[in-house]
């Protein structure tokens, strides 16, 4: 997986996506993500690094099936935080 961390003057991003999703737009009616290389290509991770990232991350956007089974199967998100775009996963997690 893909991981990239965005900082700003609010805080920090964690954004992950699957490797076979860099570079491909994701359109499902007045949805569409663009998995740019710009915001989602970063460092390869493995599981046991991105679930560590995940753990500590103020904002998460992922995408793809490996990584959002991932942040489901170690409880960073819930099923219903998921919404799917032509067949892939996309969930998004925010500290207020």
């Known amino acids: 997986m893909y991981v990239k961390i965005h900082k700003d003057g609010s805080g920090k ?3 992950i996506c699957d490797e076979n999703l860099i570079g491909k737009t ?3 009616g007045n949805i ?3 998995v740019s290389e ?9 599981d046991n690094e991105v679930i560590k990232l995940m753990k500590i991350a103020e904002n998460i ?8 089974k991932l942040a489901l199967d170690n409880g960073i998100i819930q099923e219903e935080d998921i919404i799917m775009i032509k067949g892939i996963p996309h ?3 925010l500290s207020l």
């Open 32 to 34: 569409c993500i663009n």
């Open 91 to 93: 969930a998004q997690v």
């Open 13 to 15: 991003v964690l954004a």
């Open 61 to 68: 956007n992922m995408i793809g099936k490996k990584c959002v």
């Open 38 to 46: 710009r915001f989602y290509k970063g460092e390869i991770k493995n």
């Open 26 to 28: 994701l359109e499902d």
